[in-house]
């Protein structure tokens, strides 16, 4: 009786292990692994689904000429940057493709799903990284998912230049994240060609004369004020003119 009891207990443990891992399994927040073979989730894990699908509807309705793609420092163009951004890019037929919390990895899965179908933009400004510092990437895991970025979007957009962003400093003062990053832009710049890809560090415009990170430039030394997108705007507006192929006034 004990025995069969004891049978049953394990059957029951064992249906229940397995129904388990088959409710994970369908779960659209299962982890994957991306170029920088650190395990993370995949983008609806992040509660931006709706972003992501807002996107590809814009996307679909074309008339993209210009598009960035990056983290929440890029998303938050229609915030913080959302005035310097009518100022600059409104009128470019421009489309923000940032998402908070993406890692290198994330941006290559949202390229393979919708964010650039259809489409020819002339420029695509590409800034990426920082996040996957945070999650303890070396400079050379980082390199590779920005590289990766870069080529997939050669691949998938082949009429598109690139103009590759250094990853932006971070923290009040130097240290190591921004040394990580600083390292990894160093290695992903190598991509650069001045053809179809260029590289661009426009860092030290954020910084003080000490090195250090005023809040009116970064309020939590991350992410960009009003007075931030404005200084990113106007650093990359005569490069980014000419590989739009504008005429100066």
């Known amino acids: 009786m004990r025995r069969r009891l004891f049978n049953l207990y394990v059957m029951i443990g064992v249906v229940t292990l397995v129904s388990a891992l088959l409710i994970c399994g369908c779960d659209s927040t299962k982890r994957v692994k991306g170029p920088s073979d650190v395990p993370l989730r995949t983008n609806n894990a992040y509660g931006h689904w709706p972003r992501h699908e807002a996107y590809n509807a814009r996307i ?24 310097v951004w009518q100022q600059f890019y409104s009128h470019r037929n421009a489309v923000n493709l940032g998402v908070d919390g993406d890692r290198t990895q994330n941006v290559l899965w949202r390229l393979d799903h919708g964010n650039i179908d259809g489409i ?6 590409v800034m990426i990284g920082t996040n996957n ?4 990437d070396s400079a050379e895991m980082i390199a590779k998912g920005i590289i990766a ?12 230049k690139i103009l590759l962003h250094a990853i932006f400093p971070r923290g009040a003062r ?20 001045d053809e179809k890809i260029f590289f661009t560090d426009i860092g030290d415009k954020f910084l003080e004369p000490d090195g250090s990170i005023s809040t009116e430039v970064m309020h939590d030394h991350v992410h960009l004020t009003p007075k931030g997108y404005q200084i990113w705007a106007e650093a990359i507006e005569s490069k980014l003119a000419q590989m739009l192929g504008e ?3």
Do not use: H, M
């Not at 130097?174 to 060609?193: F, H, L, M, T, Y």
């Open 247 to 249: 005429k100066k006034e």
């Open 174 to 193: 130097p240290c190591r994240q921004r040394e990580v990053n600083a390292r990894a832009s160093k290695i992903a710049s190598k991509i650069a060609d």
């Open 149 to 160: 970025v870069c080529k997939k979007l050669r691949r998938k957009l082949p009429e598109t």
């Open 133 to 136: 510092c945070s999650d303890g």
């Open 120 to 125: 020819s933009p002339k420029v695509a400004v």
């Open 60 to 83: 679909k309705q074309g008339y993209v000429d210009l598009i960035f793609v990056g983290d929440s420092i890029t998303q938050r163009w229609d915030r913080q940057g959302d005035y």
